[in-house]
């Protein structure tokens, strides 16, 4: 009985590989209960070697090659549709996990037929050097996903913590692939939702308060490089094509949970419209590219008229480009005196 799948999308992740794949394999359970599904996304580095490396020592090591760059959302779904454990959890390339945490969880998933379960994480440097540990769930035995929201983050906006990231939490394979929640296919941000979505359709989740992840955070990230400037396609795609997503969710929401679908509606609000800030601080080079995505969906942009405030209303407007140039030149400005 394979008990978990890890699914790793790789994309020239030769730096970290290692202290991940030592991560997976450093567990309280046997090899032969859990496998290792990768897929490689056309690597230009050393990654497949890597990978194959392993694989010459441990038997619950797949590794699948991409004959086209598919990105992560698509390589998630893939991996999701071919996984053979009870219940998977997704892993970022340069991240890694706490040793000998499989137990624990099988016993709680397991034990209580659960479809989700959430845990802690931690942030840590390049280096590994732990910057926080944001500590999100306590301890809460099964409910409905509605009601374990409600319950956690009574007097805040859950949409803060829940939307993105959805490494931190396993997930039952045969519940998602019946509720066919999926990635939208060739997005970069292809976790934004899909977590809300596990959660709130199911009736049986659980969290405890364990750190179970490390989050690495390393200029090698595909939305900004290491001065930080985001790239123009990825500030739009963050605001629009994610925005487009969380929208059309909306309404299913809403007909999960009014309250719920309150607070996630001032959500879409904002990732309309927090686009300026990114847009600023970027390159004259990638506020064109930006602007190039804006004219190439002008008619997407005018259907959005209704949830835009009157600063994001001017940037998408014809003087948008010289406006955000000046801008950010303020921004520097004040940048170097303060």
Avoid at 24 to 53: A, F, P, T
Avoid at 200 to 228: E, Q, W
């Amino acid at each position: 009985m394979i008990k978990f799948s890890f699914l790793v999308s790789i994309y020239n992740g030769e730096k970290y590989l290692s202290k991940l794949f030592d991560s997976l394999l450093e567990q309280d359970i046997s090899y032969d209960q859990y496998e290792i599904v990768c897929v490689d996304d056309c690597s230009q580095d050393n990654s497949i070697h890597i990978v194959e490396k392993y694989q010459n020592k441990f038997a619950n090591i797949k590794l699948f090659k991409n004959s086209q760059n598919q990105r992560v959302a698509t390589n998630l779904n893939n991996l999701i549709a071919q996984c053979r454990g009870i219940y998977f959890w997704p892993v970022g390339q340069d991240d890694y996990i706490a040793p000998n945490c499989l137990g624990k969880l099988w016993n709680n998933l397991y034990s209580n037929s659960l479809d989700v379960i959430l845990f802690n994480y931690r942030r840590v440097t390049e280096k590994e050097e732990v910057i926080d540990e944001p500590h999100v769930f306590d301890e809460h035995a099964m409910m409905s996903g509605v009601n374990l929201l409600k319950k956690q983050f009574a007097n805040t906006n859950y949409c803060h913590y829940i939307l993105g990231y959805e490494w931190r939490a396993v997930y039952n394979t045969q519940f998602w692939r019946e509720k066919q929640i999926a990635c939208v296919n060739g997005m970069n941000y292809e976790d934004t939702i899909i977590m809300l979505k596990a959660i709130v359709m199911s009736n049986r989740v659980a969290a405890i308060p364990d750190i179970l992840y490390n989050y690495r955070l390393n200029d090698g990230s595909i939305t900004f490089n290491a001065n930080h400037i985001k790239k123009g396609e990825y500030i739009y795609e963050f605001a629009f094509d994610v925005g487009q997503e969380e929208e059309s969710f909306y309404p299913d929401l809403l007909k999960i949970d009014v309250g719920l679908a309150d607070q996630f509606k001032q959500e879409i609000e904002r990732r309309y419209n927090n686009f300026a800030f990114d847009l600023i601080r970027t390159s004259i080079e990638q506020k064109r590219i930006f602007y190039k995505f804006v004219k190439e969906n002008r008619q997407l942009i005018l259907n959005k008229k209704s949830w835009l405030n009157y600063k994001s209303k001017i940037l998408l407007s014809p003087m948008g480009f010289p406006l955000s140039v000046l801008l950010e030149k303020i921004y520097r400005t004040k940048k170097l005196l303060f």
